[in-house]
């Protein structure tokens, strides 16, 4: 019994070390470069405002929290908190992107989570999408459910091919000619991470 108790504890400690180098050995592919550094919100914003849309930024160097704790940054994770009552908040890139593009991130959603991710401010909806919709979204085949999710955003003469795992989410999504990514606090939980950019055709 006592090499149990032992055992249990260790066997904890270890899984926390394999989550903690698994995060820490993600290196982008080639051509590509990391929005998030996993640690802390460095190159990310909050933008003046009633609705955070404007071109004043709070820079959030160096900080592994927002000021209103709804973003934070461990172990490779960027995390949405829920908050109640609902509000909605947007985080931002300092970095506009007027370049073609393509965005690669991963993201995990609580069960009815809703977040968004803005792309030169247009939102494509990043959600728990067999639960949370909308309803083109609850037939997809490849979705996984509380686990890790793969967005590609290929971004070409200023539309947007959204997919998630290999599947259309948006075929032709129109963006302005420049802007910022962002990512959004709904509803629920959300975790995001692996966020890399590579610019240029």
Known sequence: MKSL???????????VVVRLIAADS?????????????????????????RGDEAVATALEGKKA???????????VLTVHPRDPRLVQK??????????????????????????????????????????????????KKYRAQDWNEIEIVV???????????????DALKLPATGPIGLEGDRGQMEYRRIRIKEGS
């Open 66 to 76: 927002a000021p209103d704790n709804r973003f934070s940054a461990q172990g490779g």
């Open 5 to 15: 108790r032992v055992c249990l504890p260790l066997s904890l400690l270890f899984g």
């Open 91 to 140: 985080l931002w890139t300092t970095q506009e992107f007027p370049k073609d593009f393509v965005l690669r991130l991963e993201f995990r959603a609580a069960v009815n989570a809703d977040s968004g991710i803005f792309i030169r401010k247009p939102q494509l909806q990043c959600r728990d999408y067999l639960v949370a919709g909308p309803d083109k979204y609850k037939t997809l």
């Open 156 to 170: 070409r003469d200023g539309v947007a091919r959204c997919t998630c795992n290999g599947e259309v989410l948006e």
């Open 26 to 50: 993600f290196k982008p592919e080639p051509g590509f470069v990391s929005l998030f550094n996993g640690k802390d919100l460095s190159g990310w914003c909050y933008r003046g405002g009633a």
